[in-house]
């Protein structure tokens, strides 16, 4: 039963109908999500776009773990039709009647019901285990190549009700199938024929050694084409379907991603872009066609006559092939790309991605971020510092960049910082420290932004991933050189002072003498550096995830852990941190920023960039840590006045109050008479 929507036509009537409502909505909504949610999602944007199908002008596109569809009718102006969260990375999209099947990671088996096009929604879910990162569709079966599970045969004749067949345990890259044998790539153990003609019971029937690593497979009635990742295109004869016999090896020129056979075609898609190659004699494959790409990475392609369109990392490109000698662009869509890092400036995100490098979000309403700035640099952005109004950007292949962001709209280069590479940046008033890897820490002086000069450096043990400075001292993430001190209050004469070891330190923050190191699977490591000459360990706590960076908030610590999502662990007693939230993302969080206290901007990698809030502060409106009815009179001043309710309660937010990420709207009333019941 749905919960009533309260809306009300005077303000001053407000108060009196939600107290009147605490004890009748009570029997209406007895149960509600808010009861045991911490975090919850509010928002998810951009992220890696991996997959891509076509029918009937249309194109179905992944975005991290949104599902895009595309009105093509015009390749040169693409348009968005309709859209719909997943879960999970999208890897692969088959489509069958009025469903999109789709292998979604962690979310393993998706389908979702297309029909309408402007509201598509997901009518059935399927686990696999692991993450499902392949799937090929034949007749009324999907076949899904899980990496950590393995092979899962499903009935699809009615996708709305997918059916489980039968499985094979092994590690699985790719898949595919010809007759009764399934053919499986499995990374450097080679390629695993499984007999599927009984799908309930799928056997074994012989492995083909490789001389690289399988990744991805396709297959003809008569021929297999195998990708050995980094080195190859292998062809295999399938005239002895249980012993496919290597005729031929094709290089792709770089690192092939995926494989698609139409007629007597292979399109071969990865590093500089997708070859066609001609395989009418599929013991002399030939390129015929080339695509470069040198700004983006292929994923996928499909294909629409002599139209093609690719997934490329950042979005759709559609291909003009008639010619395949000179392929011609003829439009492109962009969904964001992946997202390495994140910083919060006032209502502001600004991060760091594939393409363009630099993206920044309006984040006023967190339910639903808006682009307002972009600016490209060739290379791979990997660090973000805000300082007043400017961003400080280090990456890989590229000088670290200085970007005056004071129209956040319109970001303009200002200065390189250095003419090297550098992982990560903390600048602190007139100083850029730089965190070099293999070459240690550098200080520039930014004092003039357009014309900045090193100051200082010096080499340390390990590769500095990372750097945080906290008075005059800087403290280093070195990986396997530990958490390095640094005094650098001579900025020319950067001195080791102090260091304390672990087996990876990642990230580190640091606050009120104590310092917070990511150590990869050693999990938060707490260390007090009151006295920097001598650190020593207060505690740790490593409950299976990997700590990769860890951003702070009060007594909380926000800890990115790649697959594992956001850990909220407790600091309050450094010697006894423990985890009090996680909240899974679709891909891989790599770092989190905190917005009006109770929000999270999370860096998703290939997942794009997700917003999500803490569900155990929406409601105290009051900000006394209870969720009561003395939170309603501040309920209703956000409600009507905004400005009155920051004036009377300066140490709140009216975000408390705003449960859908829209602000404080008639649709937050049932929302927060549920919470106050249920608290």
């Known amino acids: 039963m749905n919960c009533p929507l309260i809306i009300v036509s005077s303000p001053r009537r407000t108060g009196l109908v939600l107290f009147g409502l605490l004890a009748g909505l009570s029997a209406l909504c007895p149960e509600s999500a808010l009861a045991e949610c911490n975090y919850t999602p509010l928002w998810q944007g951009g992220g890696e776009s991996r997959a891509v199908a076509y029918a009937a002008s249309k194109a179905y596109i992944g975005s991290g773990s949104r599902m895009m569809i595309l009105n093509v009718a015009n390749p040169a102006s693409p348009g968005f039709v309709g859209g719909v969260q997943i879960g999970g990375a999208i890897h692969v999209i088959c489509l069958s009647g009025n469903h999109a099947l789709v292998a979604a990671g962690t979310a393993g088996l998706q389908v979702v019901n297309i029909q309408n096009s402007i509201a598509p929604f997901v009518a059935a879910s399927e686990a696999t285990g692991g993450d499902a990162v392949d799937?090929?569709?034949?007749?009324?079966?999907?076949?899904?190549?899980?990496?950590?599970?393995?092979?899962?045969?499903?009935?699809?004749?009615?996708?709305?009700?997918?059916?489980?067949?039968?499985?094979?345990?092994?590690?699985?890259?790719?898949?595919?199938?010809?007759?009764n044998h399934a053919y499986v790539t499995n990374g450097y153990a080679g390629i695993k024929v499984i007999d599927v003609s009984n799908p309930?019971?799928?056997?074994?029937?012989?492995?083909?050694?490789?001389?690289?690593?399988?990744?991805?497979?396709?297959?003809?009635?008569?021929?297999?084409?195998?990708?050995?990742?980094?080195?190859?295109?292998?062809?295999?004869?399938?005239?002895?379907?249980?012993?496919?016999?290597?005729?031929?090896?094709?290089?792709?020129?770089?690192?092939?991603?995926?494989?698609?056979?139409?007629?007597?075609?292979?399109?071969?898609?990865?590093?500089?872009?997708?070859?066609?190659?001609?395989?009418?004699?599929?013991?002399?494959?030939?390129?015929?066609?080339?695509?470069?790409?040198?700004?983006?990475?292929?994923?996928?392609v499909a294909l629409n006559g002599n139209t093609?369109?690719?997934?490329?990392?950042?979005?759709?490109?559609?291909?003009?092939?008639?010619?395949?000698?000179?392929?011609?662009?003829?439009?492109?869509?962009?969904?964001?790309?992946?997202?390495?890092?994140?910083?919060?400036s006032?209502?502001?995100?600004?991060?760091?991605?594939?393409?363009?490098?630099?993206?920044?979000?309006?984040?006023?309403?967190?339910?639903?971020?808006?682009?307002?700035?972009?600016?490209?640099?060739?290379?791979?952005?990997?660090?973000?510092?805000?300082?007043?109004?400017?961003?400080?950007?280090?990456?890989?292949?590229?000088?670290?960049?200085?970007?005056?962001?004071?129209?956040?709209?319109?970001?303009?280069?200002?200065?390189?910082?250095?003419?090297?590479?550098?992982s990560e940046i903390d600048v602190v008033g007139n100083f850029a420290y730089m965190a070099m890897g293999s070459a240690g820490l550098r200080i520039v002086n930014v004092t003039n932004k357009a014309n900045p000069v090193v100051a200082g450096s010096l080499n340390t043990p390990g590769e500095v991933d990372a750097v945080a400075v906290s008075g005059s001292f800087a403290y280093l993430a070195a990986v396997s050189g530990g958490l390095q001190i640094i005094n650098v209050a001579n900025p020319a004469a950067p001195a080791l002072v102090g260091t304390y070891l672990t087996p990876t330190a990642f990230d580190v923050a640091v606050s009120a003498g104590k310092a917070y190191v990511c150590d990869g699977y050693g999990g938060l490591v707490i260390v007090n550096v009151s006295n920097p000459a001598s650190p020593a360990l207060l505690g740790s706590i490593s409950p299976g995830f990997r700590a990769l960076s860890v951003t702070l908030s009060g007594t909380l610590a926000y800890v990115s852990a790649g697959d594992d999502g956001v850990v909220v662990v407790d600091v309050s007693n450094p010697a006894l941190p423990y985890v009090v939230d996680q909240f899974d993302t679709p891909a891989n969080a790599v770092e989190v920023g905190i917005f009006n206290g109770n929000r999270l901007v999370i860096a998703d990698y290939d997942g794009g960039l997700v917003t999500a809030t803490r569900c155990d502060t929406l409601g105290d409106m009051n900000c006394d840590g209870l969720i009561d009815g003395e939170d309603v009179q501040g309920f209703v001043l956000a409600f009507q006045n905004p400005a009155a309710y920051a004036i009377s309660y300066p140490s709140c937010n009216t975000s408390n109050g705003d449960f859908n990420g829209n602000g404080v709207t008639t649709t937050d009333v049932p929302l927060f008479v549920q919470n106050v019941l249920l608290n």
């Open 200 to 300: 309930a019971a799928p056997v074994l029937a012989n492995t083909i050694d490789t001389d690289g690593y399988a990744n991805r497979a396709a297959a003809n009635a008569t021929h297999l084409y195998v990708i050995e990742y980094g080195s190859q295109v292998t062809v295999f004869s399938l005239a002895n379907p249980t012993t496919p016999a290597e005729i031929a090896t094709y290089p792709p020129g770089a690192y092939a991603q995926t494989l698609s056979i139409v007629g007597t075609r292979l399109y071969v898609a990865g590093g500089g872009g997708v070859q066609v190659v001609n395989i009418a004699s599929p013991g002399s494959p030939a390129q015929i066609g080339f695509w470069g790409l040198s700004d983006t990475y292929p994923e996928s």
């Open 308 to 344: 093609m369109y690719v997934a490329d990392s950042v979005g759709m490109q559609i291909v003009n092939i008639a010619t395949v000698a000179t392929p011609a662009g003829q439009g492109r869509y962009v969904t964001g790309g992946a997202i390495r890092d994140v910083e919060i």
């Open 135 to 179: 799937m090929t569709l034949v007749g009324t079966r999907a076949y899904v190549a899980d990496y950590y599970t393995g092979l899962h045969i499903y009935d699809v004749a009615n996708p709305a009700a997918p059916a489980l067949l039968g499985s094979y345990a092994m590690s699985a890259d790719g898949v595919a199938v010809v007759g």
């Open 346 to 422: 006032g209502s502001h995100a600004v991060t760091l991605g594939d393409n363009p490098d630099l993206r920044i979000f309006n984040i006023t309403n967190p339910g639903s971020p808006l682009v307002v700035g972009s600016l490209s640099q060739y290379g791979q952005a990997y660090g973000l510092d805000i300082s007043g109004s400017y961003a400080f950007v280090a990456g890989a292949y590229m000088a670290p960049l200085i970007v005056n962001v004071t129209n956040m709209n319109a970001p303009v280069f200002t200065g390189v910082l250095d003419d090297t590479t550098a």
